[in-house]
Nanobody
Framework: VQLQAYGGGLVQAGDSLRLSCVGS????????VAWFRQAPGKEREFVVR???????YNSDSMEGRFTVSRDSAKNMVYLQMNSLKPEDTAVYYC???????????????WGQGTLVTVSS
């Protein structure tokens, strides 16, 4: 399974941004996909996960501003981020695994990350 995340960029506080993650491999549709983020000097943080059947798990710290969805026919997973704040600035990664977990250590497959910068 290979993943590639894209869609990051520089936005202003209060803006919205949608990140995309494209997966490849015959088994990609059977994996859950999570988004993590890592700010400079901080630990990698769980953001949200969507299972192969569409069940979603959100981090409470995102305060309902982030939504994950997937288009299995296109092997795509999206992260819609609304009401962005400067503290959302981080490199965002998509990752895949076969079972629910909020720990980055449980994910063997990773995209390369895309940088989101939110200016105040």
């Amino acid at each position: 399974v290979q993943l590639q995340a894209y869609g990051g960029g520089l936005v202003q506080a209060g803006d919205s941004l949608r990140l995309s993650c494209v997966g490849s491999g015959r088994t990609f549709s059977t994996y859950g996909v999570a988004w993590f983020r890592q700010a400079p000097g901080k630990e990698r943080e769980f953001v949200v996960r969507i299972g192969s059947g569409g069940t979603t798990y959100n981090s409470d710290s995102m305060e309902g501003r982030f939504t994950v969805s997937r288009d299995s026919a296109k092997n795509m997973v999206y992260l819609q981020m609304n009401s962005l704040k400067p503290e959302d600035t981080a490199v965002y990664y998509c990752a895949a695994n076969a079972y629910y977990s909020r720990s980055y250590e449980a994910y063997p497959y990773w995209g390369q990350g895309t940088l989101v910068t939110v200016s105040s």
